[in-house]
Each structure stands twice: as structure tokens, then as C-alpha cells.
């Protein structure tokens, strides 16, 4: 099946620092969501993107749809502790799947 | 407040034993999903389902079963033919039969074989 690639798989910053991660597949994506998900408890969405190119921000939050189809990227802007958590990109393809192929998270801890 | 709730929370099995992990949504989606998480891991598919009364194999089906009679309800049943149940189970729901808009999460169940 298709495979999404995320990176970093960890993070270790200092509270106030940026935050960048991307996501990178072999196959073309129509859609791509990226999720949050804190200690013991469910992802929850934080930006979807639809459209090649498309850039969105979410408060601290920016994510881009790369214009290849291909990859996505997520930033964070000064970083607070309640970043801390495993953030999942997912993509759509261009196909009825059905379901959403997810990325493997990066882990993101944040130094007071 | 419309949701997904997951339960119960934690679950404790006995080896060789069948357990039923329970998901309800009242948000009048779709399809329902769900997931399984291993420590430091991402979501491995289970099972899916677009509609009532069909579902779909994931990409790690073996050793689960489910069953979707009511839109709300997507029950799953982790039997003692799967090999190392451990693990968190997360399910999720979608607007749409794609989810082209993203899932609602559950907050998981816990499960541990002991």
C-alpha cells in the first residue's frame, strides 16, 4: 500500500524555538491532514489542505500542501509546552480509497 | 454535545479469552474506523467502514472481527486468535464515506493481556 514518510521522528527544542516537519510520499495525494495527539488520548485535527501549493495556518500552526502532491510540511512558531505531544500527517489519495494512509508521528518534547 | 466515545478506558484480558472493545459516535457520520497504536508507534488500520452493514479489512484485520448493524455503533472484537493484543485501540468516525475532511478521534481503550 502507499507509504508516507514523516520526519523528524523526534524533536527535542527549547520552549520559544520554531518547529518544522514534513511528510513525503512516492505516490500523489489529493488531500492532506495533519493531527496532534497528546499523552493517553486520540489525535485531533489541526489543518487540512485540498488544494497543491495551499498554505493555512491555525493559530502557531502553518502547513502547507507541496506542489508536487507529493509532500506536505507543518510548522510550529514559538513553541510552548503544550506542544508537547506526537504530531500525524495523513494524506488522501487521488483514488476511492476509503481511508486515510497516516505517517508514523513525530514526537515532539518541549524544554521549559 | 455530539462525540465518539470509546470504552472503557483501560481493559485487562485474560490470554485466549475474547474481548468486545465498544465505539459510539452521535455525530451522524459515515464512516467509522478503527485504529491500533503500539508504544512509540504510528496507527495501523483494522478494520473500516463506509456504511451500515459493510466493512472493509484494514492492513492488520487478522485475530479481529467487527460488526456495524447501527450507523452509531462500530463495535470491535479482539479475539484469542490475535497474537499480541496489547496494545491502545483508537477509533474514529468521518463525515464522509473518505474522509475527505479528516476523522474524529475516540479517546482510545487501553487493552492489556495479562
Known amino acids: 500500500g502507499q507509504q508516507l514518510n514523516q520526519s523528524p521522528q523526534s524533536m527535542f527544542i527549547q520552549e520559544g524555538e520554531d518547529v518544522s516537519m514534513n511528510c513525503t510520499s512516492s505516490s500523489i495525494f489529493n488531500t492532506w491532514l495533519w493531527y496532534k495527539q497528546d499523552p493517553g488520548e486520540g489525535p485531533v485535527l489541526l489543518i487540512a489542505?485540498?488544494?497543491?501549493?495551499e498554505l493555512t495556518s491555525n493559530g502557531r500552526l502553518t502547513a502547507q500542501f507541496g506542489i508536487t502532491r507529493k509532500d506536505s510540511f507543518l510548522n510550529i512558531s514559538a513553541s510552548i509546552p503544550s506542544d508537547v505531544g506526537i504530531y500525524f500527517c495523513a494524506g488522501l489519495p487521488n483514488t476511492n480509497a476509503g481511508k486515510s494512509t497516516f505517517g508514523d508521528g513525530t514526537t515532539l518534547t518541549v524544554k521549559p | 454535545d455530539g462525540g465518539i466515545t470509546q470504552s472503557p478506558k483501560y481493559l485487562f484480558r485474560k490470554e485466549g479469552q475474547n474481548v468486545t472493545l465498544s465505539c459510539e459516535q452521535n455525530?451522524?457520520?459515515?464512516?467509522m474506523y478503527w485504529y491500533r497504536q503500539d508504544p512509540g508507534q504510528g496507527l495501523r488500520l483494522i478494520y473500516y467502514s463506509q456504511i451500515v452493514n459493510d466493512f472493509q479489512k484494514g492492513d492488520i484485520a487478522e485475530g479481529y472481527s467487527v460488526s456495524r448493524e447501527k450507523k452509531e455503533s462500530f463495535p470491535l472484537t479482539v479475539t484469542s486468535a490475535q497474537k499480541n493484543p496489547t496494545a491502545f485501540y483508537l477509533c474514529a468516525s468521518s463525515t464522509d464515506r473518505e474522509g475527505t475532511y479528516g476523522y474524529t478521534f475516540g479517546s482510545g481503550t487501553r487493552l492489556t493481556v495479562v
Open positions: 489542505l485540498y488544494k497543491a501549493g
Open positions: 455525530l451522524n457520520h459515515d464512516a
